[in-house]
């Protein structure tokens, strides 16, 4: 069954426009949006990542500190915060941190060689708990009864703040994503607009030879869809070589959370879909604006 | 009527809410087969009444029946499958400036659906008929008044449509190929199509025998006798006179 004329769209038709995309700066206009949206995405998936890692890796991390001037009482009370935290069912796990790490800790904030050998550094245990808020309380219960010395930090607590900032900035990845997404679509329909001013003579011929306003709408359409293919493939490569340099720059910090922040193969496959999400709409919206532009028409 | 392609019933048409009506109180009827010149003097309103005809502008009152159905109030995606039906001759061409001669003459086959295999040869044969076989990849910027002329006529008549308007139609053309364009229009009425040209050239009414004439004058058809009105009763009271 051949395919119905408003359907169709083969290169005699295409010549009913002039030859090349659309005239106007929209394809470098809609480049600039979807790289822009390219990087907000990035953003925001780096915030997202950000936020799991930081939920799952550290925000049920405890660190006990048994702070003891006499160094066998500090080992004798260490040694029996170990027994009860091994002993405890919420426990996942509990290290001892080496004394030389916790010294190199103090020093890279005094700086190297600024601790004397006499002054009693606490000793310290990492320990990942499972059971949240509700097994930190228990747990500082009982070991302030079984080692008076024993001092309780749940890192979730210093690290809300950073949690709190990493949501604000995804939320803000977000919106900004809207906005751009909301701009190109904008900028599709004025193009669209120009399009058909531009070329209301030969449109009035058409209808008047009896084309039908789909089949109008096609050509332009097809037009448009071509510009924004090529905006996004100039905005996909820019924003690939922007993200890839920043990551290179990123990591060089070697800090924890950058590294959780470290876009994953799924991540970049969203991005790299997200152009042809950008053609999608540009289509759409091209399709709407003409279709109603010209049922205004006679 | 079943055999009427237009019927106009005291149609009036302005262009603005302000101004005069350009036509005022048209009554008309165009039989199946007929061939028709139209004429008056400038600004009598014979582009307007085509106008109408061709679907560009629809009556601000009245009646307005295109093939046996009202186009008056008819809904914008009904109109190109009677645009379909009609050919028109532009009196300004209204050629696409893009397109070769062969690519503007092939549009309302395009538009309608028509295969490329299947519209080749057609087209072919119209451009030489009008005498453009060599310019048949020309733009229209190249060509000169008259080639577009037939250009857009060759357009008007490619799809055998069942009525065909044309709005001074030999105007650019030498009398040799404006006898050879009627020749044409004559051959396709012939076939059925309704023919109107409208025209100030008074040498063209003669050549087509079976024309009739319809006057425009001050925005109305000049009908003295009804016989445009009514042309079923004219024709009986000929056939008894």
């Known amino acids: 069954m051949r395919q119905p004329a408003s359907l169709r769209l083969d290169a005699p038709e295409r010549r009913l426009l002039p030859d090349g995309r659309a005239e106007g700066p929209m394809p470098w206009v809609l480049a600039i949006m979807l790289f822009l949206l390219i990087l907000a995405a990035a953003g925001g998936l780096a915030m997202t990542r950000a936020a799991a890692g930081l939920g799952e890796g550290i925000a049920d991390r405890v660190t006990v500190q048994i702070v003891e001037a006499d160094p066998a009482a500090r080992e004798r009370g260490t040694a029996r915060a170990l027994q009860l935290l091994a002993a405890d069912p919420a426990t996942r796990r509990a290290a001892r941190v080496p004394d030389a790490e916790v010294a190199a800790l103090v020093e890279a904030g005094l700086g190297e060689g600024a601790l004397a050998a006499e002054v009693a550094l606490p000793a310290m245990i990492d320990v990942d708990l499972a059971g949240g808020a509700a097994a930190v309380d228990e747990l500082r219960a009982r070991l302030r009864a079984a080692v008076p010395a024993a001092r309780v930090d749940a890192n979730g607590r210093w690290l809300a703040p950073v949690a709190d900032l990493v949501r604000l900035l995804r939320l803000l990845a977000a919106g900004l994503m809207v906005l751009m ?19 209301r003579g030969t449109i009035e011929t058409l209808h008047l ?13 097809r037009r448009i869809a071509l510009d924004a293919v090529f905006g996004g493939a100039v905005a996909l490569a820019a924003a690939a070589a922007v993200l890839l340099l920043l990551g290179a720059r990123l990591a ?40 109603r532009a010209l049922r205004r028409g006679p | 009527m079943a055999g009427d392609v237009v019927e106009l019933e005291n149609v009036g048409l302005r262009y603005s809410d302000a101004g005069a009506e350009t036509l005022r109180d048209v009554r008309l009827r165009l039989t199946r087969g007929g061939f028709y010149f139209l004429t008056g003097p400038s600004g009598a309103g014979k ?52 397109l070769s001669a062969f690519d503007n003459v092939a549009l309302p086959l395009r538009v309608s659906g028509t295969s490329e295999r299947d519209l080749r040869e057609p087209v072919r044969e119209m451009l030489a008929w009008v005498g453009l076989s060599k310019r048949q990849d020309a733009k229209p910027a190249t060509l000169s008044g008259g080639e577009q002329q037939r250009v857009a006529i060759a357009r008007a008549v490619i799809g055998r449509p069942e009525l ?20 044409l229009f004559d051959a396709l009425n012939q076939l059925g199509t309704t023919v109107v040209i409208a025209t100030h050239d008074v040498h063209l009414f003669g050549r087509a025998g079976r024309a009739r004439l319809l006057r425009l004058e001050h925005g109305t058809i000049a009908d003295p006798t009804g016989e445009f009105a009514h042309p079923p009763r004219a024709a009986a009271l000929a056939a008894a006179g």
Do not use: C
């Not at chain 1, 030879?209 to 359409?221: E, P, S």
């Not at chain 2, 005809?53 to 190109?80: N, S």
């Not at chain 2, 065909?164 to 020749?183: F, I, K, Q, S």
């Open chain 1, 181 to 199: 997404l909301a701009a190109s679509a904008a900028v599709v329909a004025l193009a669209a607009r120009a399009a058909l001013n531009g070329h």
């Open chain 1, 209 to 221: 030879l009896g084309a039908t306003d789909r089949q109008i709408v096609r050509l332009f359409q």
């Open chain 1, 252 to 291: 060089e910090l070697q800090s924890s959370l950058v590294s959780l922040a470290a876009l994953r193969p799924s991540s970049w496959a969203l991005l790299a879909a997200l152009p042809a999400a950008g053609v999608l709409l540009a289509t759409l919206v091209a399709r709407a604006t003409l279709l």
């Open chain 2, 47 to 98: 582009t307007s009444l085509l106008k109408l005809l061709y679907l560009q502008q629809r009556p601000t009152r009245g009646l307005l029946r295109l093939f046996g159905e009202d186009v008056a109030a008819l809904g914008r995606d009904r109109l190109p499958a009677f645009r379909r039906r009609i050919g028109v001759v532009f009196q300004d061409f209204r050629l696409i400036r893009h």
């Open chain 2, 164 to 183: 065909l308007v044309a709005d001074e139609p030999t105007g650019n053309v030498d009398p040799g190929m404006a006898e050879r364009l009627l020749h």
